[in-house]
T-cell receptor
């Protein structure tokens, strides 16, 4: 299993600013992902965070808007840049622990409101 | 691309049995998973099927038919605490390896 913490848990930000969300896992993991979830909606995969290299982004998401870092096997950050109200959402970090091939764990999420 | 279809809402009473269906279309297929999410909470893993057949875990069971691109989650002896959203998800190939892609979710409401 894996215990995931995210900071901040929530934030209210002004349009045009940027916010960096941190994800910390209590054990080494093979894969880390970032998802976005609008309230009452499904989870949309933003990108796979690759250790020591550039993240792999899904269609519709770009590095300039959502830069991601993953310096080691237990930590990653997602930055939401030049925010607009459309970026208001819950952002979730997710991991696949070492030794697991299919079970994925999710962090508690960061609830972002852009005004 | 991928698509997953599941009912948007299901209602039932305590003690009943509910089946939530999921059909999927993916370019690759590495298993069908089910996740539960309570309001304000994080999704939590319920079950995984890589091969055809039924997997049982306590009150919850999950079924997969790869030839039909179809699966379901069966919840028995429903309890009020089972009121939540349930997502089917497929693990599909992407440029980084594989990633979990989610359906739109089914909101289950259990009443007394």
């Amino acid at each position: 299993s894996a215990v995931i913490s995210q900071k901040p848990s929530r934030d209210i930000c002004q349009r045009g600013t940027s916010l960096t969300i941190q994800c910390q896992v209590d054990s080494q993991v093979t894969m880390m992902f970032w998802y976005r979830q609008q309230p009452g909606q499904s989870l949309t995969l933003i990108a796979t965070a690759n250790q020591g290299s550039e993240a792999t982004y899904e269609s519709g998401f770009v590095i300039d808007k959502f830069p991601i870092s993953r310096p080691n096997l237990t930590f990653s950050t997602l930055t939401v840049s030049n925010m607009s109200p459309e970026d208001s959402s819950i952002y979730l970090c997710s991991v696949v622990p070492q030794g697991s091939s299919y079970e994925q764990y999710f962090g508690p999420g960061t609830r972002l409101t852009v005004t | 691309g991928q698509s997953l279809e599941q009912p948007s809402e299901v209602t039932a009473v305590e003690g009943a049995i509910v089946q939530i269906n999921c059909t999927y279309q993916t370019s690759g297929f590495y298993g069908l998973s089910w996740y539960q999410q309570h309001d304000g909470g994080a999704p939590t893993f319920l079950s995984y099927n890589a091969l055809d057949g039924l997997e049982e875990t306590g009150r919850f069971s999950s079924f997969l038919s790869r030839s039909d691109s179809y699966g379901y989650l069966l919840l028995q002896e429903l309890q009020m605490k089972d009121s939540a959203s349930y997502f089917c998800a497929v693990r599909d190939l992407n440029q980084a390896g594989t990633a979990l892609i989610f359906g739109k979710g089914t909101t289950l409401s259990v009443s007394s």
